[in-house]
């Protein structure tokens, strides 16, 4: 008697007759719905977001500065949450089997980073893109040739700014289904940029089909809660009861006139009374289950986009040639890093000569004799011609100098006068 196959691990019941020519159609949407995983891992991550939110707006009595810290640790878990929820998906989509929550947390907290860098990437493409665009225009500011240029700028600019809005609504929902299965950055750009250029209107119509039927499920789910939500609380006000304090002295003055009415930033900052926050609690829970529930439609858009458009282009050739490129880069970096190097080792070298040059110049002036003594030798020289007269020089030079008459002065203040002056320039004494 022949058996049926098994089916994959994660293979629904009863797959849809579409699921024979594409496995990854639209019409598996709703199998996210019952891939419980997923949506465990991410409304548990809501949940603890939302608290760990609440123990912030706690801690702001203490100070205000958690409220901040605790938001940013909030924000983390929950993308960390909706990205390991990605990871169950995949898993879902290729029919491998389940991890657990916490490996899926975990993967997704991994995932987090690389997330980041491919975001970081796609931003630095678009601001490359706006500066080039930029510059054009500032060219067509000439006054002649300036309207001519833009006759054809403008055409061109409009046509590349819809390409890259094209190309970053389906590179954003696909690049993260990519790192979800194990790809690299670079590589995940890279695919994303073939899928891309080879099929962009079949993967933006995917894109957009899945998102509308996400769309439209979302607003009946929320719009069911939002209503039960209002009927429940009118509810609870009527039969429990606001509280007379529920404004916590944080109303600016609504509370004492008024009766305490209802103030969100008491229940931030944990001034509400005790039954208004447990129903503040219920009501989070319920909408982070709704949200964690919703959420997960428009993530199996992506990862059945990506898993059909992955196998429709060459993976390995990719990858090899986005590896190439990236070793290019590299090593272009690396030779300008070389030359960056080499030249301000020569602007340290010169530096180091002119400083050396500079002080040996300035030691050689310091240590030379004085300049005006030189001449005084020169008279001698010819005298000195042979040693005889050398030595008498000395000799006679000594008595002509103890022989020389002394200079006048003046009897009255002793200055130094001349021979032939009558009167004393000093003093006015009369000398004859």
Known sequence: MNQPPNPAPNAPLNPSPA???????IYRLPEALTCWPAMAVMAAAFLVAALVFALGGVMARVWFGFTLLFAIVAVVVGMAGVSGAG???????????YRGLVGYFMAGLLCLPKLLGAGLVM??????VFLALAVVFFVCKIPVLGPLLLVVVVPVAVLLMAALMLALYVASSIVGPALWDGERVMHSLSIAWHITRKYPFAAIGKIVGGMLLSAIFASMLFGLLTSASFTVG???????????????GMGYGMGGRMGGGFNPLAVMMGGASGHVMGAGVGFSLVFALA?????????????????????KVDLGSIRDSADEALKEVNSKVAD??????????????????????????NTTNTASPAPAQAPAAAPVASAAATPSAAAVAPATAAPAASTAPAAPACPQC???VQADDRFCEHCGHKLV
């Open 123 to 128: 931003g630095l493409g678009v601001l490359a």
């Open 19 to 25: 699921r024979t020519d594409n496995p990854y159609s």
């Open 87 to 97: 990871a169950c998906l995949s898993d879902l989509a290729r029919g491998r089997p």
């Open 291 to 311: 949200s964690a529930f919703v959420f997960l439609l428009p993530l199996m858009v992506g990862v059945l986009t990506w898993c059909e458009f992955s196998e």
């Open 234 to 248: 009118g509810m609870f006000a009527a039969v429990v009861g606001m509280g007379g304090d529920f404004g916590g």
């Open 414 to 416: 002793h200055g130094e």
């Open 336 to 361: 300008l890093k070389e030359k960056a190097q080499a030249q301000a080792a020569a602007a340290a070298a010169a530096a180091t000569a002119a400083t050396t040059a500079h002080n040996t110049a």
